[in-house]
């Protein structure tokens, strides 16, 4: 394995792009460095990206959006007082994940990119709209988070491709938004259902609304159903209702042992339901704390 | 296969090593540098047995390669100690009895020094979830909880 620390996208795009074997790009590791210990996969060249300028920041622009490095880590982000006032369920997705040690490398691009359904940021992510910037061989694209994942494991980047920043819209007014997973620990697990929810108000109405499931397919799934139901209404339990239905009709899990096929659709109802209102929620400007 | 060199900082001591692209930091510590105080429990990032410090920020040494150490600041279990005085949370340890085997203790000391620094007072549960990825087999976390309390408690009254 040869070990890389290129200083521009630019030379790790050309290192990844003349490689013959397996190539894995290393920023937090935390998914990596365990397939490599586990002999899952042993990159012929590892090109570590963290000490290319830039990819520890956190930048808020002058529209309000922002723009987060692709080695930016949870524990980063969750002391980012400015980002977790805008994205407190952007946020509590990525804290999520593993323990105080993991966040303390884990990346949101990361977990985008080892491709795992049950990814805990990404929801949230697809919620907000967040976009990531694709740098390859043939240019630069900026892609949708929902875009990326192709399947368990698998992502729709191409050889020699790689994301180089991720791009949080701005909050804007009255916007609100949430992840919740079920585990049947309190800490600790990985989803067995995962929702991200975002929304925005106009008084007490829903005017925009994003709705993103995690773990109840071989992708995270955008849910325009869902959303559609929020649309128009105050959150009242009717909306509820076909909230609940839309999510559960998403859904196409599998069995396995942290829930059954039943189970997952169901919960997915539910939990899209209590994440609505605790977008909803910090949309009216109420304190909702996190982990609950 | 070539070596990597790698120009660290181990508790405040200039260390050079050669090691192998696929070592871990946790690798290297323990058998380039014979600091055995972090321990391999799982390999995979779910014990916290290896806990140490990068730069101040508390990380899985199994889940960081030996090579991205250059040019960083590690802190491990042998440098919480003051000569042969021991920090306050060792000594906590010792009086609450919040060790048996001890595998886990030096993973735990570290992330419970690591907390304190951050947040001197800290509540009972945001404890158990900052040491929720340091896991113990044999003492249960009662008394290991109850001795960061004492210690947090102890550490604010000197200060």
């Excluded at chain 2, 871990?24 to 390999?43: F, S, V, Y």
Aim: hydrophobic share 40%; aromatic share 4%.
């Amino acid at each position: 394995m040869r070990y890389h620390t290129p200083a521009s996208f630019d030379d790790a795009i050309a290192i990844a792009a003349q490689a013959e074997g397996i190539t894995r790009f290393l920023a937090g590791g935390t998914d990596v460095l365990v397939q490599l210990r586990s002999d899952l996969v042993t990159p012929d060249d590892l090109i570590d990206i963290k000490q290319i300028p830039g990819t520890h920041d956190i930048v808020q622009n002058a529209d309000g959006s922002w723009t987060l490095g692709i080695a930016v880590s949870g524990a980063e982000m969750t002391e980012h007082a400015g980002l977790c006032a805008a994205w407190p369920g952007l946020v509590e997705g990525m804290d999520l994940i593993g323990s105080t040690q993991v966040q303390g490398r884990a990346t949101l691009v990361g977990n985008l990119c080892n491709g795992s359904p049950a990814a805990d940021s990404v929801p949230g992510m697809m919620a907000a709209g967040v976009t990531v910037t694709v740098m390859g061989p043939n240019g630069t694209r900026e892609v949708a988070v929902e875009d990326i994942p192709a399947g368990p494991g698998r992502t729709n980047l191409a050889k020699g491709e790689l994301i180089a920043a991720v791009n949080i819209p701005a909050r804007g007014e009255n916007g609100g938004d949430a992840y919740q997973r079920f585990i049947p620990r309190t800490e600790m697990d990985i989803a067995v259902v995962g929702v991200g929810v975002s929304l925005r108000l106009d008084g007490d109405i829903i005017t925009e609304a994003r709705v993103a499931l995690g773990a109840v397919a071989p992708t995270a799934l955008m849910v325009p159903d869902g959303a559609a139901a929020l649309i128009g209404s105050t959150l009242d339990d009717a909306a509820k209702a076909r909230l609940a239905a839309a999510a559960s009709a998403a859904c196409n899990p599998i069995d396995d042992k942290r829930g059954t096929i039943e189970f997952r659709t169901d919960v997915a109802g539910v939990l899209a339901c209590r994440t609505a209102q605790r977008a909803y929620d910090r949309a009216q400007g109420k304190k909702v704390a996190k982990h609950v | 296969m070539s070596k990597i060199h790698v120009s660290t900082t181990v508790n405040g001591d200039p260390v050079d090593f050669l090691c192998d692209p696929r070592e871990t930091l946790l690798d290297c510590l323990r058998d380039k540098l014979a600091l055995t105080g972090a321990k391999e429990g799982c390999g995979t990032g779910d014990c916290g047995a290896c806990s140490v410090e990068v730069d101040g920020r508390l990380v899985c040494s199994c889940l960081m390669l030996g090579a991205e150490a250059n040019g960083k600041e590690i802190a491990t279990v042998e440098g919480i100690a003051d000569g042969d005085t021991l920090h306050p949370l060792q000594e906590k340890f010792i009086d609450y009895a919040a060790l048996q085997c001890g595998i886990c203790t030096p993973g735990i000391l570290v992330a419970a020094k690591n907390l304190l620094e951050k947040n001197p007072d800290p509540t009972e549960e945001e404890v158990r979830y900052w040491l929720a990825g340091n896991l113990c087999r044999c003492t249960g976390y009662d008394k290991i909880i109850k001795a960061v309390m004492d210690t947090a408690a102890d550490m604010r009254e000197a200060s």
